[in-house]
């Protein structure tokens, strides 16, 4: 039986191209419910404070860099969404002395325009963010060397080196009203993808690469980094894809509720939890990653009442 069109944009997989049960079964969820989804290899974790929240988001960085060395050394992947975790990143390894000289870091994406990345001084730049926002906070005598920070640009071959002979420890991410991790959209309903999405072997055999931007995904940027404007908001970007995220001992996703709605975080967990990986909602391929870990803010979890304003 064919899959449903879209009832957002019909050229396109996503999530509403499921089939009801998932999506009832999925709208239904009690934050305690979602708990018990948890299973071997699925970890699911709910902070009461956002004071906790991001904390625990922080040291996430330090305990990965703190196992590194020279001889051995070690990264972690991090994203621009979720980004108040970076500031007290780099609070922490000045507190703590932490020497960052074989540590690594790995942007999650960039935007992607007239053929080139995002330059740093672009005011959506990721890069700027990343720097401002932690790197250039950390003390001189403790900081990365600029050979160890990695950020995507358009030509794909050094970026996607740098995930050899170094361990990533965590891939950090969010999830976006796509139910994306990166930038890692739903494809475009065409070709071969006509009538069907990807497999997910076929998904995960995706690399760094220029995406095109699911519509959602272009709109969700404009509400929460450009006031609303989609006119500001490059319509494709560089990614970080799933063969380097499966490089990752673990893949920690931080939801804090202002990124994606209540039904799209009980949606993916509900798919990881029950081994439901499927294209058209990209979150879920990660039910075959062995350790992922979703990380919630209570009160942002909130419930899928139908409710007029």
């Not at 419910?33 to 991001?54: C, I, N, W």
């Not at 139910?179 to 993808?193: C, I, L, M």
């Amino acid at each position: 039986m064919p899959r449903k069109l879209s009832s957002i944009a019909p050229d396109w997989w996503d999530y509403t191209t499921l089939d009801d049960d998932i999506i009832r079964a999925a709208a239904v969820l009690t934050p305690e419910a979602m708990l018990k989804l948890s299973r071997p290899g699925f970890k699911v974790v709910m902070y009461d404070t956002l004071e906790d929240f991001y904390l625990a988001e922080a040291l996430e960085y330090v305990t990965a860099w703190k196992q590194s060395t020279p001889d051995n050394p070690v990264g972690i992947c991090g994203p621009i969404g979720p980004t108040e975790q970076l500031p007290l990143v780099a609070r922490l390894v000045n507190e703590l002395g932490l020497c960052l000289e074989s540590a690594h870091f790995w942007g999650m994406d960039e935007w992607y325009l007239d053929g080139r990345e995002a330059p740093p001084d672009h005011p959506l730049s990721f890069e700027k963010a990343d720097r401002e926002l932690c790197f250039n906070r950390v003390r001189p005598d403790l900081a990365m060397p600029e050979d160890n920070l990695h950020f995507p640009k358009a030509d794909l071959a050094a970026y996607r080196k740098s995930w050899d002979g170094v361990r990533c420890a965590v891939m950090q991410g969010g999830q976006g009203d796509i139910k994306h991790w990166a930038f890692n959209d739903p494809p475009r309903r065409e070709g071969k993808y006509k009538f069907n999405p990807p497999t997910p072997r076929e998904y995960r055999k995706l690399t760094t690469r220029v995406v095109e931007l699911h519509p959602i995904t272009i709109a969700q940027n404009a509400r929460t980094s450009g006031g609303g404007n989609v006119t500001l908001v490059p319509t494709k970007a560089i990614t970080v894809g799933p063969v380097e995220t499966w490089k990752a001992d673990k893949v920690s996703i931080w939801q804090a509720g202002t990124h994606d709605n209540p039904f799209g975080q009980r949606l993916t967990t509900f798919m990881i939890g029950k081994k439901i990986p499927d294209a058209a909602v990209p979150m879920s391929l990660l039910a075959d990653h062995p350790n992922v870990q979703f990380n919630f803010y209570r009160k942002g979890i909130g419930n899928c009442d139908v409710e007029m304003h």
